[in-house]
């Protein structure tokens, strides 16, 4: 039995920044051997955008590149001159999977599109990543993760109640299109070996977007069907009756609590005698703001004299839906994720041992296993093409001419 999942697996990693990266540092840290290939002169650029460790802006201490790229190999090389090309064309001989998130036209125009590779090697799976898709009228716009979320369909219903339409921070879109490429690719990889031919995937990020996370699939059913369109809502400042977030005495909560689920918080809240009047039950009430602004007298009070964790688990017994929100100091500390060993600790020669966030999944036979932290640039180089047949010297001349 493999020691993991994809164990034996060669993947050619092309990728840069957040989308491509987290798509190869899925099958990397299930056991695939992922060379990421790095361009000369500095390498993926995700190692110069931070936050830095102990706040260093060196290429080396990236957290965001450290936590992208575990388990992987890295080695240099220039694709935009003939020899690079070259090299590249023999490790596609013996990789199984190529990803790649250049725009549609850097690929073709290198002469390393699919169906040059294919030819080199017929079982090849190769996957591209781009905003827009390898077609279509936007295939060549430049985006962004905001324009790609506002694009997405939802961002209209998000924010202040007539104010501009907002979006969260963070790279929600390239985290969800890159998790949507692996497992793609994947299937791709397993109809390949029943078939006995590769075949090329086109990931557009945008139409990850289409219909995914985030509210999408709801609020397209629901036009779908009632012509609707979804709009913002502003969490109890707007005057939901127990439903939305609330402060409570270390920061706050999310409640979901109105309707049929209200009996529930009046439970929580100790049955105070207010809340006996039949009127708390009637049709209509969580959206009256009178009987908002007299539960919330009560309610907030309620809430400041507690902590998270004791709304959370006194709101629990009363069978509420509801939970803290967590800042990442919360997350950390946290004795469930503790418990679950979620938090893995690397060690990294340019940062010592440093906690790193777990798998999103567990698998019981063929769990993730980190057998490296993430590559220094080059580190590989040696390595990687040695076993292609260059030598030292060679490696030397290569270098010289910038080749690698």
């Known amino acids: 039995m493999l020691d993991q999942a994809l164990e034996g697996v060669t993947v050619l990693d092309l990728t840069h920044y957040i989308a491509g990266p987290h798509c190869t540092k899925l099958l990397a840290d299930y056991g695939a051997d992922v060379i990421k290939v790095e361009r000369t002169g500095g390498g993926d650029p995700a190692r110069h955008l931070g936050p830095f460790y102990e706040d260093d802006p060196h290429h080396?201490?990236?957290?965001?590149?450290?936590?992208?790229?575990?388990?992987?190999?890295?080695?240099?090389?220039?694709?935009?001159?003939?020899?690079?090309?070259?090299?590249?064309?023999?490790?596609?001989?013996?990789?199984d999977i190529l990803v790649d998130n250049f725009s549609p036209r850097v690929m073709p125009g290198w002469g390393l599109d699919y169906p040059v590779l294919s030819k080199i090697n017929p079982m090849l799976v190769m996957t591209s990543i781009s905003n827009f898709g390898q077609t279509g009228p936007y295939r060549d716009y430049k985006a962004s993760e905001l324009v790609l979320f506002g694009m997405g369909?939802?961002?209209?219903?998000?924010?202040?109640?007539?104010?501009?339409?907002?979006?969260?921070?963070g790279n929600v879109v390239q985290y969800e299109a890159g998790a949507v490429a692996a497992g793609v690719t994947m299937a791709a990889?397993?109809?390949?070996?029943?078939d006995g031919q590769g075949q090329y995937i086109d990931i557009p990020i945008l139409e990850t977007q289409l219909g995914g996370v985030d509210r999408r699939h709801a609020a397209l059913l629901a036009y779908q069907y009632s012509g609707?369109?979804?709009?913002?809502?502003?969490?109890?400042?707007?005057g939901a009756l127990a439903s939305g977030t609330f402060p409570c005495q270390d920061g706050y909560v999310e409640i979901a609590g109105g309707g049929p689920l209200f009996p529930r918080v009046i439970k929580m809240l100790g049955a105070p005698a207010f809340l006996n009047d039949p009127k708390w039950l009637e049709p209509g009430t969580g959206s009256n703001p009178e009987m908002v602004e007299e539960f919330n007298t009560f309610f907030l009070p309620w809430l400041l004299e507690?902590?998270?964790?004791?709304?959370?688990?006194?709101?629990?017994r009363a069978r509420v839906l509801c939970g803290p929100l967590y800042n990442t100091a919360d997350l950390l500390k946290d004795p469930h994720f503790t418990g679950r060993d979620f938090w893995s600790g690397?060690?990294?020669?340019?940062?010592?041992?440093?906690?790193?966030?777990?798998?999103?999944?567990r698998m019981s036979e063929t769990p993730r296993q980190i057998r490296r932290s993430a590559p220094l640039l080059g580190e590989h180089n040696e390595e990687v093409y040695g076993h292609i047949?260059?030598?030292?010297?060679?490696?030397?001349?290569?270098?010289?001419?910038?080749?690698i």
Do not use: C
């Open 346 to 361: 690397i060690e990294h020669p340019f940062t010592g041992s440093i906690d790193y966030p777990g798998p999103p999944f």
């Open 189 to 194: 990889f397993l109809a390949a070996d029943r």
């Open 60 to 95: 080396e201490k990236s957290g965001l590149f450290l936590h992208l790229n575990t388990n992987k190999r890295s080695v240099t090389l220039n694709l935009k001159v003939t020899s690079g090309q070259f090299i590249l064309k023999e490790l596609v001989k013996e990789a």
């Open 306 to 316: 507690r902590t998270m964790q004791q709304v959370w688990e006194v709101g629990q």
């Open 228 to 238: 609707q369109i979804s709009t913002q809502q502003a969490g109890w400042l707007s």
């Open 153 to 169: 369909g939802e961002m209209h219903s998000i924010g202040m109640e007539g104010r501009e339409p907002l979006k969260q921070g």
């Open 389 to 403: 047949g260059y030598s030292k010297d060679d490696l030397v001349r290569l270098r010289e001419r910038d080749v």
